[in-house]
């Protein structure tokens, strides 16, 4: 109960504190009251010499006022004891209420505490990691940090040594430019010398390459030096033997291929080949005793006139199909095509055997006294009889003298330069 009190409010206990003086000063009052009957009853029964009748009618009014008194001073301690009562009640209401919100605001108070607790080592979690993951960055850092040292080191070394190639470099720009102007032709005539090798030996064009040995010649002429008299002169023979190389180039021959190839389908091909009549040899004989046989020459002679006999001595070949004229023509054609390759490729004897194959096939599957096909083999024997061999030379002659004069003028320098 001591326990009770002390969670009760100061209000509570101040209320309490009134309710235990009103019932003292009711319990003393109550005992007041009962001192004062105990006197008034007392007083009759000292009052002997009154007589009975006397002593009964005044003892009924006394009766009726202590009873009246009585049942009020009864009301008022039940009321003041329903009054305790509510009281008592209404604090033990509110003690209670004081309780479940106590109860309430610890188990907030130890929800808190465990989301606190919760969020806590949530948080410590996440610090570790963290904490790791910045160790991890650290280490990633350290090794950037590291690579770019050594990246930056060796960009040093690049441009430190860039610097003495640079340096190297201005030095022979230096001596380069305390020789002649005339050098410089001198190098430009030995790459044209040598990009007429490459026109000529690897293109086969033969008027580019002769186009650029005159150019060597006009750079050297420029220079207007004696002692590059015998390289001129070996490079006027060089562009002689190019003037004496076969005019005629493959590519024309090959384009004049690639005609006929478009005209082999207009061609009339031989669908019937009948056998060759039999030429009769026979003449008349001055001799007396070939009587028999002049006399046998002259009746076919007279009868030939009439009659007209013929022996068939091969057989006769059928209609040609129209695949097998497909055939024909594709095989001309692919003749054909592999004369042009040749030709381009500049293989003689390829190039004239398939032109060889080519004039076989048209006297063989085509009609031979027609026009076109004349004209066609003609055509085919013009090619053939056509000279496209050409012989280039395996090199210049001033090729060698040139590049020995370059190297004594400008490499000798250069190399003396590096040393």
């Known amino acids: 109960m001591a326990d009770n009190q002390d969670k009760l409010t100061q209000s509570d206990q101040q209320k309490l504190a009134e309710l235990e003086e009103q019932l ?29 009748r006397e002593e009964y009618v005044s003892q009924r009014p006394a009766a009726k006022a202590k009873t009246g008194f009585l049942w009020f001073v009864t009301l008022l301690n039940l009321l003041l004891v329903l009054t305790v009562l ?9 003690w209670q209420s004081q309780q479940s919100q ?11 505490i465990s989301r606190q607790q919760s969020s806590f080592a949530s948080q410590q979690a996440e610090l570790t990691r963290a904490a790791a ?43 380069i430019a305390q020789r002649r102007p005339t050098d410089w032709l001198l190098a430009e005539a030995d790459y044209l010398l040598k990009m007429a090798g490459r026109k000529l030996w690897l293109e086969h064009d033969i008027n580019t390459a002769m186009m650029m040995l005159q150019a060597t010649d006009t750079r050297l002429q420029e220079l207007n030096d004696p002692s590059l008299l015998p390289v001129r002169e070996k490079l006027a023979a060089d562009m002689q033997s190019l003037q004496q190389i076969n005019p005629i180039t493959p590519t024309s021959v090959a384009l004049n291929l690639s005609a006929l190839i478009q ?32 006399l046998m020459a ?60 080519a004039q076989n096939m048209l006297a063989e599957h085509f009609v031979v006294q027609d026009v076109a096909v004349v004209q066609f083999s003609d055509s085919l024997s013009a090619l053939l009889n056509t000279d496209v061999e050409r012989v280039y030379p395996e090199q210049f002659s001033a090729s060698a003298p040139l590049q020995d004069l370059l190297n004594r003028r400008l490499d000798g320098r250069l190399t003396n330069g590096n040393h």
Request: charged share 20%; proline share 3%.
């Open 133 to 175: 993951n910045n160790q991890l960055i650290k280490d990633e850092w350290q090794g950037q940090n590291q690579a770019l040292q050594d990246n930056m080191a060796a960009l040093v070394a690049n441009i430190e040594q860039n610097r003495q190639q640079v340096a190297l470099n201005q030095a022979k720009l230096e001596d």
């Open 298 to 357: 002259n009746i076919q002679s007279v009868l030939k006139d009439f009659f007209s006999v013929k022996k068939i001595t091969t057989e006769v070949k059928p209609f040609m199909s129209e695949q097998q004229q497909w055939l024909a023509k594709e095989q001309l054609k692919f003749t054909l095509l592999s004369a042009q390759i040749a030709i381009l490729k500049e293989n003689t004897e390829l190039y004239q055997d398939a032109l060889g194959n």
């Open 24 to 52: 003292s000063k009711n319990a003393d009052d109550k005992s007041a009251t009962t001192k004062t009957s105990a006197n008034v009853e007392a007083k009759p029964t000292q009052a002997a010499p009154f007589s009975k």
């Open 263 to 294: 005209q082999v389908d207009g061609l009339p091909l031989a669908f019937f080949k009948g056998p060759d009549e039999e030429v009769s040899t026979s003449t008349l004989s001055n001799n007396v005793d070939d009587w028999k046989s002049n």
């Open 102 to 112: 106590q109860l309430q605001g610890q188990q907030q108070q130890q929800e808190f």
């Open 86 to 94: 509510a009281a008592g009640y209404w604090g033990w209401m509110q």
